[in-house]
T-cell receptor, first 111, second 115 residues
Framework: LAKTTQPISMDSYEGQEVNITCSHNNIATNDYITWYQQFPSQGPRFIIQGYKTKVTNEVASLFIPADRKSSTLSLPRVSLSDTAVYYCLVGDVTGGFKTIFGAGTRLFVKA | ETGVTQTPRHLVMGMTNKKSLKCEQHLGHNAMYWYKQSAKKPLELMFVYNFKEQTENNSVPSRFSPECPNSSHLFLHLHTLQPEDSALYLC??????????????FGPGTRLTVT
């Protein structure tokens, strides 16, 4: 499983766009990039997954450059309720079910 | 909300007690997972079951004993726990696909305190 590196924490203000970057220099050809969100004392929630270029859903966008050694989760116009920990994971089904969550990025949105 | 339920939500037990955590998924998935999350630590994968067969055991002490009678139910039997086992225990489920990753759906967790 490829190791990922994210900033430990980030601060933002309501209404701003937040970009969280994840480095995964050892990403394998078959690996996908997945982001989860976790609120305190709750289980993580799947946000978005991508393989290359750009993926967008109703919650976020995921930007993946051509070399795929990093990815950026973009949250448009954050609100206080977006305060959470965001995890970047890299892997694919050929690696089995083993899943490694890193420390994640703690996003704090201020009023 | 997520289709994965866990009971109980909170549990306090002594070190000599035996208790069980229950997880049930209503999503038709065939893989189920147990995670442990200690205070201010990343989630640690404990066990994975795929079609009722255990596929991952992440060097978990034997005082934790999983059971998966079918693809919808997962149990974690606890006995002679230690105070350092106090944590949030999370259950998750997913499909067993052939590409991409296993998008996991998590339950709300059981907050376990060992006294």
């Amino acid at each position: 499983l490829a190791k990922t590196t994210q900033p430990i924490s980030m601060d933002s203000y309501e209404g701003q766009e937040v970009n969280i970057t994840c480095s995964h220099n050892n990403i394998a050809t078959n690996d996908y990039i997945t982001w989860y969100q976790q609120f305190p004392s709750q289980g993580p929630r799947f946000i978005i997954q991508g393989y290359k270029t750009k993926v967008t859903n109703e919650v976020a966008s995921l930007f993946i450059p051509a070399d795929r050694k990093s990815s950026t989760l973009s949250l448009p116009r954050v609100s206080l309720s977006d305060t959470a920990v965001y995890y970047c994971l890299v892997g694919d089904v050929t690696g089995g079910f083993k899943t490694i969550f890193g420390a994640g990025t703690r996003l704090f949105v201020k009023a | 909300e997520t289709g994965v339920t866990q009971t109980p939500r909170h549990l306090v037990m002594g070190m000599t007690n035996k208790k069980s955590l229950k997880c049930e998924q209503h999503l038709g998935h065939n893989a189920m997972y147990w995670y442990k999350q200690s205070a201010k630590k990343p989630l640690e994968l404990m066990f994975v079951y795929n079609f009722k067969e255990q596929t991952e055991n992440n060097s978990v002490p034997s005082r934790f004993s999983p059971e998966c009678p079918n693809s919808s139910h997962l149990f974690l039997h606890l006995h002679t726990l230690q105070p350092e086992d106090s944590a949030l225990y999370l259950c998750a489920s997913s499909w067993s696909g052939t590409s991409g990753t296993y998008e996991q759906y998590f339950g709300p967790g059981t907050r376990l305190t060992v006294t």
